[in-house]
Nanobody, 119 residues
Framework: QVQLVESGGGLVQAGGSLRLSCAPSGTFFSIDTMAWYRQAPGKQRELVASVTRSGSTNVADSVKGRFTISRDNSKNTVYLQMNGLKPEDTAVYYC?????????????WGQGTQVTVSS
């Protein structure tokens, strides 16, 4: 069984920075695309940024220029560096990864980590 373990959330003032990390535990062959989503109260979950195994990235317009997604394939870890945080970035942030096991590719979700930005 594969689990995604997230860390790095917390409370920060507007203009501050946080760095989220996510790594899988369990048995698997490799990890394909990794991504961060977020869900604010009363809103739908939305894609923040994604990165392929080769390093190609896709970043939402709402965070472009402030957030950077990266990954370390040797550690199967994905990071989200969040700078210039705004109160509207407040949400639960979820890690997502396409995990390749011996028999299939399957998406997994982390448990979520709260990011709160105070004004």
């Amino acid at each position: 069984q594969v689990q995604l373990v997230e860390s790095g959330g917390g409370l920060v003032q507007a203009g501050g920075s946080l760095r989220l990390s996510c790594a899988p535990s369990g048995t698997f062959f490799s990890i394909d695309t990794m991504a961060w989503y977020r869900q604010a109260p009363g809103k739908q979950r939305e894609l923040v940024a994604s990165v392929t195994r080769s390093g190609s990235t896709n970043v939402a317009d709402s965070v472009k220029g402030r957030f950077t997604i990266s990954r370390d394939n040797s550690k199967n870890t994905v990071y989200l560096q969040m700078n210039g945080l705004k109160p509207e970035d407040t949400a639960v942030y979820y890690c997502n990864a396409d995990v390749i096991t011996r028999t299939k590719l399957q998406p997994y979700w982390g448990q979520g980590t709260q990011v709160t930005v105070s004004s």
